[in-house]
């Protein structure tokens, strides 16, 4: 079980940290995608820091169960506040990959919790 919920927890990782990392590049697909929800620019910094964040708390959670708790259960709030903004500016398309992050997240947090 501890074997799924690294590789899970590693997924959920890599995705975060490549949009953390489009975010601070301001890559213009996620500009276009986070910008047209109505996202000021000036909070991509901020996003992106939740993200690396959420990244290093998972892996770190490989070995302190409690950080890696935490880190799922930010991702899983970060991902709730994405599908949120996502419905709230009828953007019910984008709502697959913040979706995508939210299985993932919950999943990420359940194998954690199940395997303290």
Do not use: N
């Not at 490989?62 to 890696?68: L, N, Q, S």
Request: hydrophobic share 65%; glycine share 12%; aromatic share 6%.
């Amino acid at each position: 079980m501890f074997l799924a919920c690294v590789l899970v927890s590693s997924a959920v990782a890599g995705m975060v940290t490549l949009s953390g990392i489009m975010k601070l590049a301001r890559s213009p697909q996620m500009v276009e995608l986070i910008g047209g929800l109505g996202v000021p620019l000036s909070w991509f910094p901020w996003l992106a820091t939740a993200e690396f964040a959420g990244a290093v708390g998972l892996v770190v959670g490989f070995f302190v169960a409690p950080i890696g708790i935490a880190a799922g259960v930010g991702l899983v709030l970060y991902a709730a506040g994405a599908i949120t903004t996502h419905v709230r500016a009828g953007d019910l398309a984008g709502v697959k990959g913040a979706a995508l992050l939210l299985v993932l997240s919950v999943a990420a947090l359940c194998l954690r919790l199940v395997t303290i």
